[in-house]
């Protein structure tokens, strides 16, 4: 190889001094060029990801969303496989307190920079009251009630407590931090809206004030207006929600959740723990899972106006008594079907993926209030 390199040099040298190249018949045979040698081997391009996900599913999946009257979207991303299935997945529909799950990503995120801690002490009074489901207001007693970043975060995902989330929001430093940590961590196409306060008090076509968070001072005071207000109010949440989220954003967000790739190894296992132990939509994606998974997740529900609701949703992590997990998200940002039909949407999706249909469960009492 190197005296072929040589005689290289050495004939290009001669051909510069303007010896002519042509060769003479007596010359003889020309010989062959050298042949090129590659110290270093080229890689072989590495193909695109495949989706390879089961088409019965995505057929499945489809033909639901398709058939279901009004706006739903579903994303369904197994966990350890990389495949997704989605069908109206893209479009940014109303999360509700689906969003709390940011809130806490955000909490925990900040534990784990050592910004703050799940036992720091956190103090409550009626000037941190929201609005709808508040379980936490019967114990703010005499004007003050003291607690933990650790409880009031099980209660806002547990219990959908909104009093309790919104305590968590203003102790990590607004909806700004929020919006931080999800483009931070590059979750995609989610909003986050200015917190249940504002965001329910102009879906109904209201300017908050904090006398509406005692009591039903809200509903009294939403019920009392122009019914012309609450439609149009209500309608311009849907066209453009300020906590829309994709369902399919939602679900990738819950598959590196899963994976570890957005909090620390402890911070993850408490929010899954925390995520297992919810009260709330249990005519839902629980009530289709098959026996033996496990469901981790969180529901949203939104404002209704005559039949119409915006809102209506449950996301989570579905795990198979194999180990087998993925991420679902199942929402409707739109429909005047009654509860028992978007329950049992909910209900199909999770069947599907899980593979068992069970008995629905349609009793309107089986869901948990919230906003």
């Not at 045979?29 to 089961?54: E, Q």
């Not at 379980?135 to 959908?160: C, E, F, M």
């Not at 009260?279 to 529901?299: C, E, N, S």
């Not at 579905?318 to 429909?335: F, H, K, N, Q, W």
Request: overall charge positive.
């Amino acid at each position: 190889m190197i005296g072929r390199l040589i005689a290289g040099v050495a004939l290009l040298s001669l051909s510069s001094c303007g010896v002519d190249e042509r060769p003479s018949h007596a010359a003889g045979p020309v010989a062959p060029a050298p042949a090129y040698v590659v110290a270093i081997p080229v890689p072989k391009p590495t193909p695109l990801p495949v989706n390879r996900a089961p088409r019965a599913l995505e057929a499945s999946i489809s033909q639901l969303v398709r058939e279901f009257p009004g706006i739903a979207g579903v994303a369904v991303r197994a966990v350890d496989e990389g495949w997704t299935v989605e069908a109206g997945g893209r479009r940014p529909l109303p999360q509700q307190s689906v969003s709390k799950l940011w809130v806490a990503m955000t909490v925990l995120d900040q534990r784990d920079a050592g910004r703050l801690r799940l036992d720091d002490a956190v103090t409550l009074t009626p000037s941190d009251l929201t609005v709808f489901h508040q379980p936490i207001a019967y114990l703010v007693k005499n004007g003050v009630w003291n607690t933990t970043v650790g409880d009031l975060l099980h209660r806002a995902l547990t219990q959908s407590d909104n009093t309790a989330n919104d305590r968590l929001l203003t102790l990590v430093g607004g909806p700004s931090a929020v919006r931080a940590f999800i483009e931070r961590k590059q979750l995609g196409d989610i909003r986050f809206g200015p917190g249940e306060r504002m965001l329910q008090a102009k879906t109904a076509g209201l300017t908050w004030d904090q006398s509406m968070s005692v009591g039903n001072t809200f509903s009294i005071m939403r019920a009392r207006l122009d019914p012309a207000v609450r439609q149009a109010a209500l309608q311009a949440y849907i066209d453009n929600p300020p906590d829309g989220a994709a369902p399919l954003a939602i679900a990738d967000a819950l598959a590196r959740l899963a994976r570890g790739e957005l909090l620390s190894e402890t911070s993850t296992r408490l929010l899954i723990s925390t995520m297992e132990s919810s009260r709330t939509g249990r005519a839902r994606l629980r009530a289709g899972a098959a026996p033996g998974w496990t469901l981790a997740h969180k529901t949203g529900t939104g404002q209704e106006l005559g039949r119409r609701n915006a809102g209506f949703n449950d996301v989570g992590l579905l795990t198979s008594p194999e180990g087998r997990r993925y991420a679902v998200a199942v929402m409707i940002g739109d429909t005047q079907r009654p509860m028992r039909d978007r329950q049992q949407l909910i209900q199909a999706v999770a069947a599907t993926v899980t593979g068992y249909r069970g008995p629905a469960i349609a009793s309107r009492e089986a869901d948990e209030p919230e906003s």
